[in-house]
Nanobody, 122 residues
Framework: QVQLVESGGGLVQAGGSLRLSCAASGSIFSTNTVAWFRQAPGKEREFVAATSRSGRRTYYADSVKGRVTISRDNAKNTVYLQMNSLKPDDTAVYYC???????????????WGQGTQVTVSS
């Protein structure tokens, strides 16, 4: 069983930065791919970024590529999402999720956090 808790969201002006954290409990965290998704009001949940079990491979949605960096520290059971050059379109609830294998499909992820709100003002 893996439990995920996100933190680090908040209100930031366009062009600013935020670092989100996803802390996990459960010894199997290091064996899972971990991803960030986001969901804006009235929209479907969408893939943002993911990191492989070792952290050596990372994946990004085209909409955030070059502005976002995902990293993980398996010793701390934590995954981070550094977001720079934020835009109002980045406003959403951000969720971390864990799965056995990488996918951009929300249905493939077994474990989810409760989400953290990111609001970018123009």
């Amino acid at each position: 069983q893996v439990q995920l808790v996100e933190s680090g969201g908040g209100l930031v002006q366009a062009g600013g930065s935020l670092r989100l954290s996803c802390a996990a409990s459960g010894s199997i965290f290091s064996t899972n791919t971990v991803a960030w998704f986001r969901q804006a009001p009235g929209k479907e949940r969408e893939f943002v970024a993911a990191t492989s079990r070792s952290g050596r491979r990372t994946y990004y949605a085209d909409s955030v590529k070059g502005r976002v960096t995902i990293s993980r520290d398996n010793a701390k059971n934590t995954v981070y999402l550094q977001m720079n050059s934020l835009k109002p379109d980045d406003t959403a609830v951000y969720y971390c999720a864990a799965a056995c294998f990488f996918s951009e499909d929300v249905g493939q992820y077994n474990y989810w956090g409760q989400g953290t709100q990111v609001t970018v003002s123009s």
